[in-house]
């Protein structure tokens, strides 16, 4: 019943971070192979959950809060390749391992704050910082979805 309810509430979600991760329209005849690429990334986030957490419901997926930080990245490493006179498919594989690097030095480092047990620490940001940083989290998830229901750039 899990897994039914995971895949029924992820693939349409995983097919819109694509798009909003990747959201410079160069990248529109990829799309189709980064949202596959999404698809891979969820499976293997999945795959870990389920065999290291001890919560049987736990649910790996791209998380709404990396869209921020994967979408600046693309964008702004794919603006600096090309202004370099790159072409194409080095942008793609530039963006793809900036990317790349940077979720896995998020991972590296979650996991040892977890490791330090310095999770605690996190509860001495004040509130109105963790508000502000939600509530645009919650303003860049809208706009994005204005902008691809409209196909009008938002920023």
């Avoid at 870990?48 to 600046?72: E, K, M, N, T, Y």
Wanted: hydrophobic letters at 55%; aromatic letters at 12%.
């Amino acid at each position: 019943v899990f897994g039914m309810i995971n895949f029924i509430i992820c693939v349409p979600t995983l097919i819109s971070y694509a798009a909003i991760v990747f959201r410079v329209r160069d990248f529109d005849p990829e799309m189709p192979s980064l949202t596959k690429l999404f698809f891979l990334s969820s499976s293997v986030h999945q795959l870990i959950f389920s065999l290291v957490s001890s919560l049987p419901f736990a649910v790996g997926q791209v998380q709404d809060v990396g869209l921020l930080f994967l979408s600046q990245i693309a964008t702004h490493t794919f603006y600096l390749a090309t202004t370099a006179g790159h072409a194409y498919p080095e942008v793609l594989a530039t963006v793809l391992v900036a990317c790349a690097g940077a979720t896995a030095i998020t991972g590296a480092l979650v996991w040892l704050v977890g490791f330090l047990r310095l999770s605690g620490y996190v509860q001495l940001l004040p509130l109105p910082v963790v508000g502000g940083y939600l509530g645009y989290i919650g303003y860049f998830c809208l706009a994005a979805g204005a902008s691809l229901g409209t196909g009008l750039t938002i920023e």
